[in-house]
């Protein structure tokens, strides 16, 4: 995920209505997808602790349980809204996550060829 991060810096300045954390997120959906092609929000959380971005200096995160799940799912909101992710929830608090066809467009048309060949040698993108 941490290589990840590299590339979602880059992206930014590409769409000026997506953050770093949407970067990320649409990112990590787009190069580490499950069999099934979705992920729990449980494994975003976990990943995005993994990021050097959202950690002190000593390795722990700077935000707490409560602040990492806000902040996610207000992203996923934007995504949603956006048309990039599908979101399915079963019970209060598992939540899946998709890629939608017009997400996995959007960043195959703003991720360059160095960026896909990146993610692909470091075996993120199947």
């Known amino acids: 995920m941490p ?5 979602a810096r880059k992206l930014v300045g590409v769409d000026p ?3 770093f954390v949407d970067w990320l997120i649409l990112l990590w959906l787009y190069s580490n ?3 099934s092609g979705k992920r729990s ?4 959380q976990k990943a995005l602790k993994r990021i050097p971005d ?14 990492f799940e806000q902040m996610i799912l207000s992203s996923l ?3 949603k809204d956006r048309g990039f992710a ?8 598992y939540i899946t996550i998709e890629l939608t066809v017009e997400g996995t467009n959007f960043l195959g048309n703003n991720l360059s060829a ?3 060949n990146f993610l692909k040698e470091y075996g993120m993108l199947k």
């Open 3 to 7: 290589s990840i991060s590299i590339i």
């Open 17 to 19: 209505d997506l953050s």
């Open 33 to 35: 997808p499950s069999d």
């Open 41 to 44: 929000l449980t494994s975003l």
């Open 54 to 67: 959202f950690q002190k200096p000593d390795g722990d995160p700077v935000f707490n349980e409560t602040q």
């Open 77 to 79: 909101k934007k995504l």
């Open 86 to 93: 599908k979101i399915y929830s079963a019970e209060d608090r």
């Open 114 to 116: 160095s960026d896909k």
